[in-house]
């Protein structure tokens, strides 16, 4: 019979995802020592207030308010409370000791772990964060250790599962997006402040990390141009569907060449049209999935749950079996490669593709002006269709619609053009909305939305 030696767990949050990690642990605890070769003790939990309800069953004297005193001693400390403070100091402190941490925290990976990184260097202890970004997916890993021979040149993915929730069952069953988010919430999928979900703070955060592991350069938070998702209306979700598309909230990290030469990337995150065919577009719930479009390997999926407190644990219980075989057979922890450093490229300059609704006068001579403001800005045209709407209750303009003062005595009947532009710069596909709404032939820019340019 082999003698595993005993390693102290210190567990920092018993919410969604710390609760079912010491279920796990507690469970499972014997599996989970055969698998890393050593025993893990909980040795205690961390959470604010001992008494309140959890999700799971789990034994009283384990829960402590003083998150200090736990990780003295800890061979690996699992960080599940969220948020910046307390956790950077608690991880810091966990690191210099030499112990190894796990954090599902995106939010302090992204916005300190250069930091935190640099520390569990110098001291050679183990900084994992797999659960970071979509949830149960192996993502970090595969990026970082499967495609380290490789050069990826493309990060294009579905990495918020609270938004793509809200966004399916708008889709799918006409549901306010206020609902969709309660029940996301009740899901557990939902971060304390769900602004950072449906603003899209969460996935600017997850982008930033993925770009930075993608392309060896450490891409802050702020690099990430960021739009969320509150401007989605039912219409525009219903337009959408008409076209043949899906709103999916993508993260898009890429390389680029500049026009002299250099190699630069972008980070971003936005609403998107995804064509109902695209992979992209069957992605429901709080499902996420990520694209890699790598030189070698070509084009790769990672498809799963992108939240969840069960199913995140599983991406934490990964961690801790790699941190603790570390433990085992001793060495130092591996580090992120972060030496190519390259440059971002300015977000104006992003190549992308626009659908633009538009609501004009049909008459004569509209559809010249407007093909006129396109071609001056250099941008060529991919798609029109024109639709006369009937007008009901939920056809009225949506909310972000600039709409002209109603020329006096004006009888033009209305129609709506849908245009779809090819590949061109954001700089100018933002010029060309704010020429439409200058236009007079232009009642309202109704929505603008990119497409996803495929590969
Ligand atoms: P919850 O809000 O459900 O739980 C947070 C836990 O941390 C609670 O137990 C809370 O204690 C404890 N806590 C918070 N602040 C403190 C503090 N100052 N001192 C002591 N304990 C504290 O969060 P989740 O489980 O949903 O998320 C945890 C982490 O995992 C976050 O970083 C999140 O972004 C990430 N994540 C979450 C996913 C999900 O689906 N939920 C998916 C992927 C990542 P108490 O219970 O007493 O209030
Ligand atoms: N709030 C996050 C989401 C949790 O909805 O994806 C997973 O990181």
Known sequence: MIEYRTLRVA????????????????????ELAKRAGAKLELVGIAVRDPEAPRDTDLPKHLFTTDADALILGADVVIELMGGIEPARTLITQA??????????????????????????????????????????????????????????NRVLGIVNGTTNFILDRMHTLGESPEEALRIATELGYAEADPTADVEGFDAQQKAAILASIAFHTTVSVDEVQREGITGITSQHIRDAARSG???????????????????????????????????LAAVHGGNN????????????????????????????????????????????????????????LDSDRVLTRYLISVEVNDQSGVLAELAGIFSARGVSLAT?????????????????????????????????????????TEGALKAVVEDLRQSAAVRAVTGVLRIERGA
């Open 95 to 152: 690191l210099d000791r030499g112990a190894d941490v796990i954090t599902a925290n995106k939010a302090l990976i992204a916005h300190h772990g250069p930091e935190l990184f640099e520390l569990a260097e110098r001291v050679g202890a183990q900084l994992l964060y797999e659960a970071a970004v979509a949830g149960a997916i192996p993502i970090i890993r595969p990026l970082r250790d499967s495609l380290a021979g490789d050069r990826v």
């Open 245 to 279: 598309y899906t709103i999916k909230l993508l993260s898009v990290c890429e390389r680029a060449v500049t026009e002299s030469g250099e190699a630069a990337i972008s980070a971003r995150v936005h609403p998107t049209l995804v064509p109902n065919d695209h992979p």
């Open 384 to 424: 029109l269709e024109q639709s006369i709407p009937v007008q009901t209750a939920l056809d009225a303009p949506a909310a972000d619609a600039a709409e002209q003062p109603e020329a006096e005595g004006s009888v033009a009947p209305r129609a709506t053009l849908i245009i779809g532009t090819h590949l061109a």
């Open 289 to 344: 999935a990520v694209f890699i479009e790598a030189d070698a390997a070509g084009d790769l999926m990672f498809y799963g749950a992108g939240a969840g407190g069960v199913e995140t644990a599983s991406a934490v219980l990964g961690d801790l079996v790699t941190a603790v075989r570390r433990h085992v057979l001793g060495g130092r922890g591996l580090s992120a490669s972060m030496h190519l450093q390259l440059p971002m």
């Open 11 to 30: 567990l920092l949050g018993a919410g969604s995802v710390g609760s079912q990690v010491a279920r796990f642990l507690l469970e499972d605890g014997d």
